[in-house]
C-alpha cells in the first residue's frame, strides 16, 4: 500500500487529493458537498480523484459536519447530569454580554442548548482537592437517566461533577450506570475531555460533545463502512480542531476535537510549507465557498488558544486561533436600506451562486467576481461547470444596482471593499489586537477564492508578499496529507511558583507523558516516533488570564520564572512585581507521519506570453482594463509576471493587480509582491 488519500468537506465543494509516496504523483479533484448525505459527496470525489482504496495506507478526512450542526441548531437533543443544586450552571455562565453586542440595548441573550427541564442535580460530592465528600447517589442517577430519556427524549446526556477534573470517578461511575441502562444513548463526561478547572467551561465542552456525538458517529459509521465496501482496510483518520489528527475511533468518543477539523487542514500545510520554504511568519487565509478563515503562524506554529467560543457557547480544548467570517465565495450581497453588506447569510453548495444556475436568486461574491471579470464563465471548474454569467450581472443589477442607482460593477467592487473591510478587521484581531504587525508577515492564501481576494487583502494591509501555494483550492486537504497524530492531556495545579519545586513539576509532566505515551503507543506508534511537548499556563497572582511558556528542558523553577517574564513583556510589553503562579502543565503528544516532500527545481530564465487578455476591473487604476492570462502549469520556477493579471488553474483563479507583480519560486509556489507601476 503506498496511496495516501485526504478528503475535506467544504460549504460548497469536497475536496479529495491522493498521493503516491512510490512515484510521488499528486491528484486532485472537487466534487459537489451534499449536506444531506454528507458521506456521498466525500465518496463521488474519491471516485473522480481516482484513487484505488485497496492501496490506500491512510485516509484522513476533515469535515464540517459537528460545526454545522452547532451553527444550524440541528445537533442532537441533549441533558445534562449534575451535581445537586447546581443544574443551572450552564444556564448562567459567565453573565457576560458578547463582545460586538455589548452596547446594544435590545440584546437578547441566545437561547440555551439544554434546556432546563432537561438538566438534572443528583445527590454526590467531591472537595476542591478531588477527595469525596459525599458517595454519589447511583439510584438517584438512574432516575435522572430515565427521566432524561423517557420522558424528554434526549439522545445524548453531558455528565459534569465539581471537580470532576481532580478526580474523575463520579463522572466515570455516573456514564456507566446511564450507559448500562440505555446503551443507545450517547454519553459525554466533562473529565474525558478536558482535565481543567471551571465547571461552567467543563459543562458547556461536554454539552457540545454530546449535541454532536450521535450525528458524528452515525456519519463516522456509514462511511466507514461505505469505504470497507470499497476495499479500504487502512486507518482512518480525523484532523483535530487544535491541529494534527486522531483516529476515527477516538473522534466519535469525543467529537467535539473535530468541531473545527475543516480550517485545521490547511492550518497544518502552511506550517509545513512555510517551515520547508524559510517563511515561519504567515498569516493565513482560507477563503472557500461558505466562509473566510484566517489565522497566525509565528516562528513555524499556528496560534492555539484554549478557551475558544463556537456560537456564544465556551469550549475547554485546543483549537487553533481561527477567525471566521462570512465572506466566502458564496456569501450574499444584500442591502440594508441604502447600506451595502455582505454575508454572514450564504448561498452555500444548494443552490449555490446565481452563476452557478441550479436555482440561487440572491447575488453573492462569487456573481460580482464574475461581473467584474476575474472568473471566465466558460472555463470554471477546468471547463466542468459553465457559469450563468448573464444570470450573474442580472441579480446583482436587480437586487443591488438599480436600489442603489448605481452600475453593475460599481456594485460589484463595492461587494469585493466591503468583504475587504469584513476581513481586515478579522485580521486585525488576531495581529495588531496581540501586538503583532501584520505588516511584518507574508500572506499564503488558498481556497478556492483565496487566492483572487487575497492579493487585494494585502494591497489594503501594505502587506508586501502574498504566497500561493500550488493546488491552492485543495490547499486544507493537502494539509491533512502533512498531519501528524496528536493529542493534548492537561492538569490544573494552582500553585505559587515560590511554592513549588522543580521535582513537584517534572512528576506531573512524567505522568502526562505516560499517559500520552501509552495512547500512541496504542494506536501503533513506537515510542521513537513520538515527540513530546511541555507547556505550563501561567499568570501573575490576581491575574484573571495566563499565557503559554515553554517549559522543555527546564533546569530550575527561575528559569520558569524568567521564561515566564519574558513571554508576558512579549505580550503585553511588561513585566510585573507580583509574584507568578502555574495554572496548567500541558503536554502535546505528537505521533510523526511521512509527509509528501516539497519538490524543488532550480528557476529557469524564460519568458512567457499570455494565452489571452480578459477586460476586467484593476482596482489600483480604479477602472476596467485589460488583464494578461496565463495558465499556471505553462509558469515555470523563475517567472515574473506583471499586473494586472489572471493565472487560471482547473480549480480556482489568481489575480493581481496592475500595481503588483507575481514570481514563480522554486517550489512551484507562486509569489505576488508589490510592483514598480
Known sequence: MTERLA????????DAIFFNRETGEISVEKASTTPDE??????????????????????????????????????????????????????IGRTNT??????????????????????????????????EVEPLDEDAVRDAAAYLVEERDVD?????????????????????????????????????????????ERTSTAVMDAYIKPIFETYIKNLDAALADRGFDAPFFVTRSGGGTLTAESATDAPVHTILSGPAGGLIGASHVGRETGRENLITVDMGGTSLDACVIEDGMPAVKYDSRLEHQPLMIPVYDIRTIGAGGGSIAWLDGELLKVGPRSAGADPG???????GTEPTVTDAAVALGYI?????????????????????????ADPLDSSVTDVSRGVFDVALANTVGAIREITIEKGLDPREFSMMAFGGAGPMFVPLLAREMGVDEVVVPEAPSVFSAMGMLMADVVYD??????????????????????????????????????EREIDLEHTLEMRYLGQEHTVEVDANSIASIDEVSDRFERKHEDRYGHAMDDPPEVVHQRVRAIGRNDKPPLEREEPVDASYEPVETRDAYCFAVGERTAFDVYDRGDLRPGASIDGPAVVREPTTTIVFHSDQMA????????VISRGEA
Do not use: W
Not at 117 to 131: F, H, I, Q, S, T
Open 7 to 14: 478528503v475535506d468537506i467544504g460549504g460548497t465543494f469536497v
Open 38 to 91: 454528507p458521506e456521498s459527496g466525500v465518496l463521488t470525489s474519491i471516485e473522480k480523484v481516482g484513487a484505488n482504496l485497496r492501496n490506500a495506507e491512510a485516509f484522513v478526512h476533515g469535515t464540517t459536519l459537528g460545526l454545522n450542526a452547532v451553527l444550524e441548531r440541528d445537533g442532537a437533543t441533549t441533558g445534562i447530569i449534575t451535581n445537586d443544586g447546581f443544574r443551572d450552571v450552564y444556564e
Open 98 to 131: 458578547e463582545r460586538e453586542s455589548m452596547y446594544d440595548i435590545r440584546y437578547q441573550k441566545p437561547e440555551s442548548l439544554v434546556a432546563r427541564r432537561r438538566r438534572v442535580g443528583v445527590p454526590g460530592r467531591l472537595n476542591a482537592d478531588g477527595e
Open 156 to 200: 445524548g446526556i453531558a455528565v459534569c461533577f465539581l471537580h470532576s477534573y481532580r478526580n474523575p470517578d463520579h463522572e466515570r461511575q455516573a456514564a456507566e450506570i446511564v450507559r448500562d441502562a440505555y446503551p443507545d444513548v450517547s454519553v459525554s463526561i466533562s473529565s474525558a475531555i478536558t482535565r481543567e478547572y471551571r465547571e461552567y
Open 353 to 359: 451562486p446565481v452563476a452557478y444556475g441550479r436555482g
Open 376 to 400: 471566465d464563465p466558460d472555463d470554471f471548474l477546468g471547463g466542468e461547470m459553465e457559469l450563468d454569467a448573464a444570470g450573474a450581472r442580472g441579480s446583482i443589477e436587480e437586487a443591488l
Open 489 to 526: 492531556f492537561a492538569r490544573t495545579n494552582i500553585a505559587a511558583l515560590s511554592d513549588l519545586e522543580l521535582l513537584d513539576v517534572e512528576t506531573t509532566f512524567e505522568e502526562l507523558d505516560a499517559e500520552a505515551i501509552e495512547t500512541l503507543t496504542a494506536e501503533g506508534f513506537e
Open 663 to 670: 514570481t514563480v519560486d522554486e517550489y512551484g509556489q507562486l
